[in-house]
């Protein structure tokens, strides 16, 4: 069977023809077209005539007749996690995860689609379990794609998370190997390691090449007619390989503001490499594969690679089973597609979906319904074991109780609406109870800092999470940084402070500027107590001016800070 595999991003939207769940799946044709503004909204996708114009029209120029459709869904509002479970049928997996939801996650499955992908065996304390990956996806998200197809004639036939997407690429391009993959979009990159066939770690970073698109636009050095899109000149020309002999060039000095433009995106994806490497010793990732709308951005494998220590490029095996672009290449932009169509999550989609919720709320009532029917065989009977006045009395008070049922039935919606509000209530509190930050951690930590650390002292960045607070400082001697290591593991906040080195440099004008990256775990953070260490602060500065360099902890979420001086 044939199928559209689309991919609505919030610049580009990407369409392959291609076979659907097949062990090679063929590609037949492929087109992608800018997204109008507008169609990427918070809750999904909203419907939009310029986008059904625009991929009806390159429907026919492309002699596409196939209207079953694959979307693939890319949004921050699915939550995933790793579960094991007991070794149920396959058949049985979903109603269970629906029936333990709430030790999953805790959300209402009236409102949320719990979806997995079974990772196989393993062995837990001489147990087998199933390892599942299981993801909760928003209704409302999927009810925009329902709606968004219908809207544009099409047969939604299934969704698929990018996730699961990239997984099912990357299996079938390097098989049980250890592999690394960096999706790049506008605003968003999601890092995606695998080993021996299933996914080991997985994180999105908020940032793309949006900046360094605004950097080339700005730099008024490409005319609009010759460069239509900022992406036509990323692609085009390097705007990352700076002549370091000629600064004051504005083509050099714009292409070291690009390279800047991509510090935070790169520094990110080495922050997560890291947290793998220091988890998983003799598991080293020896090489990174580019794909997404960044791919092409020409220079960035050479920067990446760079900066990263480790060969990256873009996926040059032929995973799409010979299918090539009309420009003879393997474009990497439509991976995520091809892979969605391998093996894509299991949705229910509308009446389906509506008749599986009726169907459940039948088997409460019928089973409520049995259990009063229960009751009653069990009354007649104690009645009808009674004497004959006994047995009239019994029989009138029985009508009378019967005559109460059923005027006071509406007490029993008066209680359903009780247990209804009662379960959201629970749900909202476990909710508040996941979401609960460390706020108050940090603004005791910037209050320390405002009144122990000594003037000059320089915090170029600041980053915070639940787990701590990781900065970047500059001083003007080692002895000003080992002082700040020590009052730092005086402070109240924080349960650990690490570095990872001490770098001293000197400007032109012989200014020397020492600088350094310390990590402050917060006392009541939810930074594991694996990653402490167990040496003194006295130790931790000798240890640092000795240049020793540490492993940052885990960094799954952060929040950049501009630049800040100590007064």
Do not use: W
């Not at 799946?25 to 800018?34: E, G, I, L, N």
């Not at 995520?336 to 949705?347: K, S, V």
């Amino acid at each position: 069977m044939k199928i559209l595999s689309i991919e609505i991003g919030v610049d580009v939207t990407h369409v392959l023809e291609m076979d659907y769940r097949v062990k090679n799946p063929k590609v037949y044709r492929s087109f992608s077209f800018q997204t109008p503004v507008g169609v990427i909204g918070e809750a999904g996708v909203r419907k939009s005539e310029e986008f059904r114009t625009a991929l009806h029209k390159l429907l026919d120029a492309n002699k596409i007749k196939t209207r079953k459709t694959l979307f693939v869904v890319n949004s921050g509002k699915i939550a995933s996690r790793e579960v094991l479970i007991p070794m149920i049928k396959e058949n049985r997996i979903k109603d269970f995860l629906n029936t333990n939801s709430a030790d999953f996650f805790p959300v209402d499955l009236s409102r949320y689609q719990l979806v997995y992908r079974n990772e196989g065996v393993v062995q837990q304390d001489t147990v087998k379990k199933r390892k599942l990956y299981v993801f909760a996806v928003p209704g409302d998200l999927v009810q925009s794609y329902e709606e968004l197809a219908d809207f544009c004639s099409l047969e939604l036939t299934a969704l698929d998370y990018v996730g699961n997407s990239i997984f099912q690429m990357m299996h079938k391009a390097v098989g049980n190997n250890i592999c690394c993959s960096v999706k790049l979009d506008n605003n968003a990159t999601m890092i995606t390691i695998i080993n021996q066939g299933m996914v080991v770690l997985q994180r999105t970073v908020f940032y793309g090449f949006e900046e360094v698109e605004k950097v080339v636009v700005d730099s008024g050095l490409f005319p609009k007619e010759q460069y239509p899109a900022a992406m036509d000149i990323l692609q085009q020309t390097d705007c990352l390989d700076a002549n370091q002999a000629a600064p004051e060039d504005a083509v050099n000095a714009m292409r070291a503001e690009a390279v800047e433009a991509l510090r935070p995106m790169i520094g990110n994806i080495r922050r997560v490499l890291d947290y793998y490497q220091s988890r998983n010793n003799g598991a080293e990732v020896k090489e990174c594969f580019l794909i997404g709308n960044g791919a092409y951005i020409k220079g960035l494998d050479r920067l990446m690679s760079l900066e990263l220590n480790l060969p990256v490029h873009l996926q040059e095996k032929d995973v799409l089973n010979g299918f090539r672009t009309s420009g003879g290449r393997l474009d990497a932009m439509y991976e995520a597609c091809y892979g969605a169509a391998i093996q894509p999550l299991d949705f229910v989609f509308g009446s389906a979906q509506t008749a599986k919720i009726i169907e459940e709320k039948k088997k409460r009532e019928l089973f409520a319904a049995k259990l009063i029917g229960l009751l009653c065989v069990a009354c007649a009977v104690i009645l009808l074991a009674l004497s004959g006045v006994q047995r009239i009395a019994l029989s009138h008070e029985l009508n009378n109780l019967n005559k109460q049922k059923d005027e006071l039935e509406y007490i029993q919606d008066i209680y359903n609406a009780y247990v209804d509000t009662k379960s959201q209530y629970d749900d909202v509190t476990k909710m508040n109870g996941k979401t609960e930050t460390v706020s108050d951690a940090l603004a005791d930590a910037i209050e320390e800092m405002e009144e122990k650390f000594p003037s000059g002292v320089k915090v170029t960045s600041l980053t915070s999470n639940g787990e701590g607070i990781s900065m970047d400082i500059e001083v003007s001697t080692k002895e000003e940084a080992a002082k700040i290591l020590q009052n730092l593991a005086t402070f109240d906040a924080f349960r650990s402070v690490t570095t990872n080195g001490i770098t001293e440099s000197t400007d032109e004008n012989g200014k020397i500027t020492v600088t350094f990256s310390v990590m402050c775990t917060y006392v009541n953070g939810t930074a594991d107590d694996s990653i402490d260490t167990e040496t003194t602060p006295e130790e931790d500065v000798e240890t640092y001016m000795n240049g020793d360099q540490y492993i940052y902890p885990d960094m799954e979420g952060s929040t950049e800070s501009g630049e800040a001086d100590n007064e």
